[in-house]
């Protein structure tokens, strides 16, 4: 079979970051193998691929070149000054293109975040990715081209275009929870240091530091009730995002101890069990509600719930709502959809935990119902709609709130990250306000009353603080724009669509087909009668949909899973036990459906030229 080169369009964009202030071209990187990396710093599923690729940037040091190409969903994303400190908060060691008008993503059709382009040395397109797990695969595709290039004498080893920032100092780094201890002080995820911080109550004397070589970017904090505190034998559990564990502290000795996760992220969409035997995926909050720990597992887009025995050996998880589909549906709490759920707390009369789901700009809640838990949503609208605008909680928007508190009349603040704003919801009244703003990148709010009153303490994560806000009289209305995520719309006719999602399995693996099909899709439509036909979760990678002819516009959710094992080295054959690799991907794909337009569509999960 012929192979059919592309050549790699030029990276174009508003700027380059960690490169010196030089500017980046493809010309300047042939003869190495480049990795483009298409993310942006609001998405859970990039951060896993930017520590999935770590490994790959040290093996290859001077033969490959990574490169970010960041293409923003939201508005907060396009700030030149916001993406920089996201680069440094997420330790990116490589090049990134600044793409805020999704030039350089368009030019490579990405229609996913993340997305991983292969170009070879000579400068043509060799395979492209989409979603994670491809460590594997792509390390053994970059070792083919090395080896082809190296033969073919096309290949160079040297410095890449790489210049690391200076390391800046301040006392907190990109904080990102914050929790009242009892006596005046508070638990503050300090998440660039790696450590929980015991503050005093002028926020800005240390009275400890927890997790030293312990944590990786930790974020929820969490003040265990005093009975539960003195029977399991600590005070505080904190969710660590990076090492995908939830761990526990010990005030009086500083003592850190692991009660739930493995150190491995969870690659299926669900799990239960012995807590410290089932891995997690990027926790990021935590709340106690009916005497359990409720975990924000930001990575699978669900609750968990993690409940704690007097020995860590006998704690245990199970899932507590979602599907692990990306997406805002409300309803019976195990078909319910969320979008990286980041911010948790418990309401006053424990009726119900409020949710800060992030990539929805929602703000929701679980409860308890007569067959169980249930979820419910009160502002947002979906995916890919976002903005500043109070007034009716109907047509309220947020953009990517991360945290939550109860106010003491019973309404919720919301930390509405991306605007900058404290956000409120009054349940009575139906309506949106803001209490605050100019805030920098707030990710969590707590209510601290004393004898001088009542009022917010924020964290300000990209102001490396936590600061006190006071609680107006009189909120402020804003009607700020109402805005959509910058995508470019797929045009497909009404009726008969052919879907199909391209895999080819990396170099030494082959699908499992020895129990069935190890391939399975799963499609949804918003709204839900775009779809006539062929919504739901069957096997295979290609299926015919029957798309409305009354509906001009929405999004088709496609959710593929795909699982190849190794093979033999010198038969191919699979092993009885052979070691074996999930491979997945959620698309939301806009579309528009028009007379004439094409009756296919293509995606590609793991493609290679």
Same mark, same amino acid.
Request: with cysteine.
């Given at each position: 079979m012929t192979r059919i080169r592309v050549r790699a369009p030029e990276l174009l964009g508003r700027g380059w970051l960690n490169t010196g202030g030089e500017q980046v071209r493809l010309a300047d990187l042939r003869g190495k193998v480049v990795v483009l990396?298409?993310?942006? @710093?609001?998405?859970?599923?990039?951060?896993?691929?930017?520590?999935?690729? &770590?490994? *790959?940037?040290? +093996? @290859? /040091?001077?033969? *490959?070149?990574?490169?970010?190409?960041?293409? $923003?969903? @939201?508005?907060? +994303? /396009?700030?030149?000054?916001?993406?920089?400190?996201?680069?440094?908060r997420y330790a990116v060691h490589h090049p990134v293109l600044d793409d805020p008008e *999704? =030039?350089?993503?368009?030019?490579? =059709?990405?229609? /996913?975040? $993340?997305?991983? %382009?292969?170009?070879? $040395?000579?400068?043509?397109?060799?395979?492209? @990715?989409?979603?994670?797990?491809?460590?594997?695969?792509? =390390?053994? *595709? %970059?070792r083919e081209l090395l080896e082809e290039h190296r033969a073919k004498g096309t290949l160079r080893t040297g410095d890449g275009p790489y210049v690391a920032p200076e390391p800046p100092a301040t006392a907190l780094r990109f904080p990102g929870k914050v929790a009242a201890v009892g006596d005046g002080s508070y638990l503050v995820s300090d998440t660039a240091h790696h450590e929980v911080v015991h503050l005093e109550a002028d926020l800005e004397t240390e009275r400890a530091r927890y997790g030293g070589d312990t944590f990786d970017s930790p974020q929820g904090v969490l003040m265990l009730p005093l009975d539960v505190a003195e029977r399991v034998g600590y005070d505080a559990v904190v969710a660590d995002s990076v090492r995908h564990q939830i761990f526990s502290i010990r005030l009086s000795d500083g003592q850190v101890r692991a009660q739930a996760g493995t150190g491995e992220q969870l690659r299926e969409r669900s799990g239960s069990g012995a807590a410290l035997k089932q891995p997690l995926s990027t926790p990021w909050d935590v709340a106690w509600w009916i005497d359990r720990v409720v975990i924000a597992m930001a990575g699978t887009h669900q609750l968990w719930a993690l409940h704690l025995a007097a020995d860590s050996k006998d704690n245990s998880v199970a899932v507590l709502a979602g599907t692990s589909q990306e997406g805002l549906r409300d309803g019976d709490a195990h078909d319910a959809w969320m979008a990286q759920p980041s911010g948790l707390a418990t309401s006053g009369d424990g009726s119900k935990v409020w949710i800060a789901d992030s990539e929805t700009s929602a703000l929701r809640s679980i409860s308890l119902s007569d067959s169980g838990f249930r979820l419910d949503s009160y502002v947002g609208k979906g995916l890919f709609d976002f903005g500043h605008v109070d007034g009716p909680a109907s047509d309220a928007l947020l953009q990517h709130p991360l945290g939550v508190t109860e106010l003491p009349d019973g309404s919720v603040a919301i930390a509405d990250t991306y605007n900058g704003a404290i956000r409120r919801f009054d349940p009575a009244t139906g309506e949106v306000s803001t209490l605050a703003s100019d805030l920098a990148e707030p990710s969590d709010v707590l209510v601290e009353t004393d004898s001088d009153g009542t009022r917010l303490l924020v964290v300000e994560s990209t102001a490396h603080r936590v600061t006190r806000v006071a609680i107006p009289a009189d909120a402020a209305r804003v009607s700020g724009a109402a805005l959509r995520t910058q995508r470019?719309?797929?045009?497909?006719? $009404?009726?008969?669509? &052919?879907?199909s999602v391209g895999f080819v399995p990396p170099t030494g693996q082959k699908l499992d087909k020895r129990y069935g099909d190890p391939t399975q899709l799963t499609v949804s439509a918003t709204p839900e009668g775009l779809l006539v036909s062929g919504a739901g979760a069957a096997q295979g990678l290609e299926r015919t949909l029957e798309l409305s002819g009354e509906i001009t516009e929405g999004v088709l959710h496609v959710s593929v899973r795909a699982a190849a094992c190794d093979g033999a080295p010198v038969t191919g054959e699979l092993p009885e036990h052979a070691a074996c690799h999930v491979y997945q991907q959620d698309w939301g794909i806009p579309v528009s459906l028009i007379e004439g337009a094409t009756d296919r569509l293509e995606l590609a999960l793991r493609a290679t030229d």
């Open positions: 990396d298409f993310w942006t @710093f609001c998405c859970v599923n990039c951060l896993h691929v930017l520590d999935e690729l &770590r490994p *790959l940037e040290r +093996e @290859f /040091a001077d033969q *490959l070149v990574l490169v970010g190409v960041h293409s $923003p969903k @939201f508005e907060h +994303e /396009a700030d030149p000054v916001a993406l920089e400190q996201a680069v440094e *999704l =030039t350089t993503w368009g030019a490579y =059709t990405a229609r /996913a975040w $993340p997305t991983l %382009v292969v170009i070879d $040395p000579e400068g043509y397109i060799v395979g492209q @990715f989409s979603g994670e797990g491809h460590a594997h695969g792509l =390390t053994v *595709l %970059v470019s719309v797929t045009e497909v006719a $009404p009726g008969a669509l &052919r879907l």
